[in-house]
């Protein structure tokens, strides 16, 4: 069975600092696709980064960045210079490729930061 | 402004109740989900519909009942809830359920209370 795991439930950080939130799975699936999602106080999850499981390139998106490490399946991400504004809860996921049956998301139990002024 | 809206955002209902919850989306996708979201468990996924067909039931129980009429609607009719049921339901949708154009976009959620 897949298991995502967020081991940090909260965060608390001054405007400015970097912050890096992790994020290991499990999973028994060779191929395998590898998501961020942020939830604002308004509650809509808002879709970071999709990452599939052949692709262990980081990737850098303005104050964003992302380290895939497959040999320690850990997906972590990094706010750079931290903003008020970055103040949710980000939820790691990982999804199955199940053929016919859907897409099956496996969610992390979220870490909720908070950028303090 | 997101494409998915969910009504109503907000739903108080009693356990002799029947009430539904409404999903739109408005980007073309092919896949809708229902995801529950309660204070002490990561979210759940419940049901998925690929092209208005169920395709996973997350072992949901039987006083929640989907429905998707097309590939831009999704419902979720309740009916003798339990207070445990309360909760943020969300729903989302994707292109397609495999693949490269995978990743699910959500709405703001419907928030619960069963009294």
Known sequence: AQKVTQAQTEISVVEKEDVTLDCVYETRDTTYYLFWYKQPPSGELVFLIRRNSFDEQNEISGRYSWNFQKSTSSF???ITASQVVDSAVYFCALSEVIKAAGNKLTFGGGTRVLVKP | ETGVTQTPRHLVMGMT?????????????????WYKQSAKKPLELMFVYNFKEQTENNSVPSRFSPECPNSSHLFLHLHTLQPEDSALYLCASSRSTSGIDNEQFFGPGTRLTVL
Do not use: P
């Not at chain 2, 109740?17 to 989900?33: D, P, R, T, V």
């Open chain 2, 17 to 33: 109740n029947k009430k539904s919850l409404k999903c739109e989306q408005h980007l073309g996708h092919n896949a809708m989900y």
């Open chain 1, 76 to 78: 972590n991400f990094t």
